[in-house]
């Protein structure tokens, strides 16, 4: 079982640093693929289903009816995107694929007793954090990618690293935006980390360093994430039973519109590199124009989506669509009935992890907890919620199974129980 949750583990920081497999085996084949994060998906799937029948969990019921009432709504509206819309059956496995399944792997997650050890999970992140720092610094400072940015059969490639004339960082990610929240997430993880002494002073340096990393990325949506996430870090370590915890993923949605309102009353500005906004009015009219798209064409397709999805690895006549906003994205995918269940899925979600925070408190917890919270925020500017998502699987993998009766909570608290009862 040891090695099991060790293959386990390895497999989820696999799909965290998505890049990492990639460009292990283009280093170590002449520049192929041959295992992408499909396959690891599936494999981690299989694993976590074996497990919850093996030493099940006893997932929340408010969570369990969503996460069961989402994955009904996808295989039924199938037949809406298949037969209605004649949408190719491997562009729909795509889409799924790119949107959906990092969903049905945290659900899995849920359902399994795995209790990996949560320190050792730490000791793994910072010091893969430490490598990506080091190769994300070099590709800044040099100006220079460095790793290669496609595979030689054109199976992999690292995308969006070109901005303003200059190359992003993307270090061991298929994109900059990924290692942005990474490095959002390690931020948030350091200034969980328990306050004790001198060893807290080193905590916030190397928060500093995660967080100067993430401006080399040169991604403006996760320089709102992170001011987010620390503000949500900052809050559930000291209040986190406050009235105000459960609303704090509206405080980052308010951000992200505050940031909307400025470029709409002031205007865009122009400028070089991170403070240029000139790309604001682009992005707007995009957004004009798939709301068009998503809530003026027929009800139908209104309330359960025109099958469009932004990626490259979908066939669709627009699967690159330059969307960029969870709130358009979802609709113009599944419909809007689609969009609500995202978006309810998200809220469980979060009442979950808050109550596993006020429950432990840990390190893990808090900072998973905080990237989710400021998940809607990124959503204003970005769709990589999928991405986020996979950062839930920490917690879902080391979090302690809860007893199932009283009896059992003796016995785990080493009180004597009687055989009778």
């Known amino acids: 079982m040891k090695l099991f949750r060790g293959l386990l583990l390895l497999g ?68 809406h995107l298949w037969l209605g819309l004649e949408l190719p059956a491997i562009d729909l496995f795509g889409g799924y694929w790119v949107y959906y399944s990092s969903f049905l792997l945290v659900f899995l997650a849920g359902c399994s007793a795995l209790e990996i050890s949560e320190k050792g999970i730490i000791r793994f992140l910072i010091f893969l954090f430490f490598i990506c720092a080091a190769i994300g610094i070099a590709q800044y400072l040099t100006g220079r990618t460095l790793l290669p940015t496609r595979s030689s059969d054109g199976s992999f490639t690292v995308g969006a690293v070109g901005f303003l004339g200059v190359n992003r960082v993307f270090s061991l990610f298929i994109f900059p935006g990924t290692f942005g929240i990474f490095c959002v997430f390690m931020t948030g993880l350091f200034l969980s980390m328990p306050v004790r002494g001198m060893r807290f002073a080193g905590w916030i340096v190397l928060a500093a360093l995660a967080s100067a990393v993430c401006y080399t990325t040169l991604i403006r949506s996760c320089y709102l994430e992170l001011i987010a996430t620390v503000f949500t870090v900052a809050v559930l370590r000291m209040r986190p039973r406050s009235l105000f915890a459960p609303l704090l993923p509206v405080a980052g949605i308010l951000l992200g519109l505050a940031v909307i309102a400025k470029n709409l009353l002031f205007g865009a500005v122009a400028g070089s590199g ?148």
């Open 12 to 79: 989820i920081l696999f799909v965290v640093i998505d890049g990492a497999l990639p460009q292990l085996q283009m280093l170590l084949l002449g520049g192929r693929v041959i295992i992408g994060l499909l396959p690891l998906k599936v494999f981690m799937a299989i694993s976590l289903i074996g497990f919850a029948l093996y030493r099940p969990r006893k997932q929340q019921e408010v969570l369990t009816v969503v996460s069961l009432a989402f994955a009904g709504y996808l295989l039924v509206d199938i037949l």
């Open 274 to 421: 991170v403070t240029d906004s000139s790309s604001f009015i682009a992005r707007l009219l995009e957004w004009r124009y798939y709301a068009d798209v998503a809530f003026s064409g027929s009800f139908v397709n209104m309330m359960f989506g025109e099958g469009i999805v932004q990626s490259e690895r979908v066939a669709t006549g627009s699967s690159v669509a330059p969307v960029d906003n969870i709130f358009l994205s979802y609709p113009l995918h599944i419909g809007v009935v689609g969009l609500l269940l995202v978006l309810a899925f998200y809220v469980v979600i979060w009442l979950d992890l808050l109550a596993k925070v006020k429950r432990l408190n840990r390190p893990i917890d808090i900072a998973v907890a905080a990237l989710w919270s400021s998940a809607l925020c990124l959503g204003l500017y970005s769709i990589d919620i999928p991405a986020v998502a996979t950062y839930l699987l920490l917690t879902y993998i080391s979090y302690p199974r809860e007893p199932s009766s009283v009896k059992e909570a003796f016995i785990e608290e080493g009180i004597p129980v009687s055989v009778t009862g």
